[in-house]
């Protein structure tokens, strides 16, 4: 989601304060190499988060090293070029609008085989310009997967900055958000999933890139901040055939609602978008 302040909507040692990355049959922790392109809002956290768990990031923007934010190292990431950032790494998170995707492509393909790409896109047709694919019923993932013409992962794309940001939480926390995550293959799929819990979240299993869909904007699992309890239902009750048509009007209730009112706080933006649903 477009990320206009200060509403902001989105759009190692041991291993505080999230779990560490276990190898499946061993638990043993697994450090990864991890280049995240994008050093925005969702990117930065992203890196923070993930050094602090203790894998190696790298970080980049479209510009001069120099320029990445520096909260997004202040955990022990480097900032490096964007031609350098997939070099190695065991997962690459491309963390751009989805209008970016066609200009990434040469980069992300020149990550190892074997590295896990994860996408956290979103299509909205008023910032990205309309993807006639996608308006005839592509889903969102498949397209950004034959640009990259890569398996792809999609996660963390369900969660607005702010709760990224500030609502990250304890393993079994009453109250903790889920994120879902969608991948045809299964090895990648658990990777992301793990990620996902050491950025503060439950992962939960979203299946399919051809049911990613559920997740993408104009759906009740989107930017709805769901335990993970909830978010099943949520994913089900999904509607292809309308969810194109509920974003837009997602964005729109949203901007009459601060023309009219003013800005108002993000647990009153959540309980909003919940209520479209």
């Not at 609502?167 to 879902?180: L, V």
């Not at 993408?216 to 999904?238: C, R």
Request: hydrophobic share 40%; proline share 6%; charged share 20%.
């Amino acid at each position: 989601m477009a990320r206009p302040e200060p509403l902001r909507i989105a759009l190692s040692g041991d291993c505080p304060p999230f779990p560490c990355l276990l190898h499946p049959r061993h638990h043993e922790r697994t450090t990864m190499k991890i280049g995240i392109l994008g050093a925005g809002n969702i990117g930065s956290t992203l890196a923070e988060r993930l050094s602090t768990a203790g894998h190696e990031v790298s970080v980049a923007n479209s510009r001069d090293p120099k320029t990445v934010n520096p909260a997004a190292l202040s955990t022990g990431a480097t900032a490096v070029w964007a031609a350098d950032v997939t070099a190695g790494a065991d997962v690459v998170i491309v963390s751009v609008s989805l209008e970016q995707t066609p200009n990434l492509a040469p980069l992300v393909s020149q990550a190892p085989a074997a590295a896990t790409i994860i996408d956290t896109s979103n299509y909205f047709p008023h910032r990205d310009g309309v993807v006639e694919a996608i308006e005839n019923g592509q889903v969102e993932s498949l397209w950004v997967q034959e640009q990259y013409q890569r398996p792809i992962v999609k996660a963390w794309n369900a969660i607005t900055t702010q709760s990224f940001d500030d609502k990250a939480s304890q393993p079994g926390s009453a109250e903790r958000i889920a994120i879902p995550v969608a991948a045809d293959q299964d090895t990648q799929r658990a990777t992301a999933m793990a990620l996902v819990e050491e950025t503060g979240f439950d992962a939960f299993d979203a299946g399919t890139l051809a049911e990613s869909w559920r997740q993408q904007p104009g759906t009740p699992a989107y930017t709805t901040d769901l335990t993970i309890d909830q978010l099943p239902a949520a994913l089900a009750k999904a509607d292809a055939r309308r969810s194109a048509r509920r974003r837009d009007l997602m964005m729109e209730i949203i901007s009459e609602r601060v023309e009219a009112e003013g800005l108002f706080d993000h647990d009153r933006l959540i309980a909003l978008v919940r209520a479209l649903f």
